[in-house]
């Protein structure tokens, strides 16, 4: 059963942007639910900062990301099988300790794509699920 986080006010958040207004979030999960294929299940949602990945939906099969990294001033929704996945681990500052890091990066290919999550939990279960994907799925 998939667990969508509520859409957290620019205080929940460190983000460097402002927050995306929640109508841009119903798109976005349209986009998602839309994209779905028959017997693929939604495992995970979860909402990022406006820049880098804003939405990345874990599901039994892939992962899909609502992102501009890939295409710098634009948005996309970038599907990447499992397969493709190299990595995925938590990032912080040298200063910081990954120990309590609110920011996931998940390495495919050569590409880094970043989540900053409302917190330790949503990051640490974010990594999970997805280290989960790659070593035992």
């Given amino acids: 059963m998939a667990r969508v986080p509520m859409s957290p006010s620019a205080s929940d958040i460190a983000c ?3 927050q995306t207004p929640l109508v841009d979030d119903r798109t976005d999960l349209a986009v998602i ?7 693929e299940q939604l495992d995970g949602l979860y909402r990022g900062c406006d820049q880098g990945v804003r939405l990345v939906a874990v ?3 892939r992962l899909m990301m609502v992102e501009t ?10 599907s990447v099988p499992f397969s493709r996945v190299i990595s995925v681990c938590y990032l912080a500052s040298t200063d910081d300790s990954v120990a309590y890091s609110t920011t996931v990066g998940i390495l495919v ?11 330790e939990e949503q990051a640490r279960e974010l ?4 280290a989960w994907q790659l070593v035992c799925g």
Avoid: K, W
């Fill in 16 to 18: 460097p942007a402002v």
């Fill in 33 to 39: 639910y839309r994209s779905l294929f028959d017997g």
């Fill in 59 to 61: 599901t039994n099969r």
């Fill in 69 to 78: 990294t890939s295409c710098e001033d634009r948005l996309a929704l970038t």
């Fill in 109 to 119: 290919q050569e590409m880094m794509y970043e989540l900053g999550c409302r917190g």
């Fill in 127 to 130: 990594h999970d699920l997805i």
